[in-house]
C-alpha cells in the first residue's frame, strides 16, 4: 500500500507559502483553513513501490522534526507571530541533512496542521526583564499592523541601553514627554536623579502624541537635537520641549557647557511609514539604528519583518546581532 499525504486546496497552499513570514498569527488562520479546506488523499508516488516507502520515511521524518521544531518556538515565544519561513527550513534542513527545496508543498501541509493543533496550548505567556513585564497581549501588538503600546517602547528602550557596559545611550520612558508637558521640568526633575544625562552620548525620547508615535534624539557631543517622525509631520514643538528641559536640566545639575550652544533639526531624508499604523516600529528601528550607529537603511516593506524580529529580540531579552 502506498503512502499517502493529506493535502488542502492546492492552489491555497501554494499561494500561501511565500507570504508565510507576513502572516503573524497563522495559526489563527489556519484554524479557518482546516475547516474550509476538505482533506484530500494524495499518492506520494506513482513511482515504484521502493520509492514510496521512501518517500513515506521522509514523510515522517519531516513531520516529527515539524512537530518539535513548532512545540519549541510556541513554548519560547507564546505564539507563531515571530515565525519566519526560512526558521523552519533552516531546522529541517540541518535535522535532516537535505535539501528539501522539492518539499516545500508537503512541509506547508505539515506546519498548517501542526500549528493549528498548538493554538491556546500556552495557558498563560509573558517576558520579565528587570522592572518589565511583557503579557501576550503587549506582544500581540506586534502583530499584523497592530500599534505598539508603552510597555514595548519602553521594554525594548531597555535592551538598547543594555547594549554597553559603559552605557553611552540614554532611553528616556515613553511617559516622560507626557508628564513633561503636564507638570513641567519639576514634574520630570527626579527622573534623572540617578542619570548624568551629559555623560552619555545619545538620548533617545520616544514622544507618543496619542495616535502617533515619533522620535526626539539629543547628541550630547555635537549639542544637536533631531527629530524623527516616520509621517513627516514636522511637530517641531516637541523637540524644542526637549531642548527646553535639557537646558533646564543643564542648569540644576551645574553642566554650563550645556546650557547653550545647541541646534535642533527635522530631518526629512529618512525612511518614512506609508500607512497609520507602524510609526511605533519606525521609532524603535531608528532608535536601535542611531544606537549601533548604523545607516537607517529600511523601509515600509521591512516593516514585518521588524515586527518579527522585535518580537523575539523581547522574548530573548537581547537585541539580535544580524538583522
Known amino acids: 500500500m502506498r503512502p499517502t499525504c493529506c493535502i488542502y486546496n492546492f492552489a491555497m497552499c501554494f499561494a500561501l507559502w511565500p507570504y508565510v513570514d507576513i502572516l503573524p498569527g497563522l495559526s489563527e488562520l489556519n484554524v479557518r483553513l482546516l475547516e474550509q479546506n476538505p482533506v484530500i488523499d494524495v499518492p506520494l508516488s506513482n513511482e515504484n513501490e521502493d520509492l514510496s516507502m521512501d518517500a513515506g520515511s521522509i514523510y515522517k521524518t519531516i513531520s516529527k522534526n515539524i512537530r518539535e521544531f513548532l512545540l519549541d518556538f510556541h513554548q519560547k515565544y507564546g505564539t507563531f507571530i515571530p515565525l519566519v519561513k526560512s526558521d523552519l527550513l533552516k531546522h529541517l534542513t540541518k535535522k535532516m541533512h537535505k535539501d528539501l527545496k522539492d518539499y516545500e508543498m508537503l512541509i506547508l501541509e505539515l506546519t498548517i496542521e501542526e500549528m493549528a493543533k498548538l493554538v491556546n496550548t500556552v495557558p498563560y505567556f509573558e517576558v520579565r526583564y528587570k522592572k518589565h513585564t511583557l503579557a501576550m497581549e503587549d506582544l500581540a501588538t506586534l502583530a499584523n499592523e497592530n500599534w505598539l503600546n508603552d510597555q514595548v517602547i519602553n521594554m525594548y528602550g531597555e535592551l538598547i541601553m543594555d547594549l554597553w557596559t559603559e552605557s553611552k ?3 528616556l520612558n515613553s511617559f516622560f514627554h507626557k508628564q513633561l508637558i503636564a507638570k513641567g521640568y519639576e514634574g520630570v526633575k527626579r527622573w534623572t536623579k540617578q542619570v548624568d544625562l ?8 520616544p514622544i507618543h502624541l496619542e495616535v502617533h508615535w515619533c522620535l526626539v534624539t539629543a547628541d550630547f557631543l555635537k549639542k544637536k537635537i533631531c527629530l524623527y517622525d516616520s509621517q513627516g509631520i514636522g511637530l517641531q514643538k516637541v523637540a524644542v520641549n526637549i531642548l527646553k528641559y535639557l537646558i533646564k536640566e543643564a542648569k540644576e545639575k551645574k553642566r554650563t557647557a550645556f ?8 530631518l526629512e531624508d529618512i525612511p518614512h511609514q506609508t500607512n497609520e499604523n507602524d510609526c511605533g516600529v519606525f521609532v524603535l ?19 514585518p519583518q521588524i515586527r518579527k524580529r522585535i518580537y523575539k529580540e523581547l522574548c530573548e531579552c537581547k537585541l539580535h546581532d544580524n538583522c
Open 198 to 205: 551629559f555623560s552619555k552620548h545619545l538620548l533617545l525620547v
Open 169 to 171: 545611550v540614554h532611553f
Open 259 to 266: 546650557e547653550e550652544g545647541w541646534t535642533v533639526l527635522l
Open 285 to 303: 528601528e531608528y532608535s536601535r539604528c542611531l544606537a549601533l550607529s548604523e545607516p537607517l537603511q529600511f523601509c515600509q516593506r521591512d516593516i
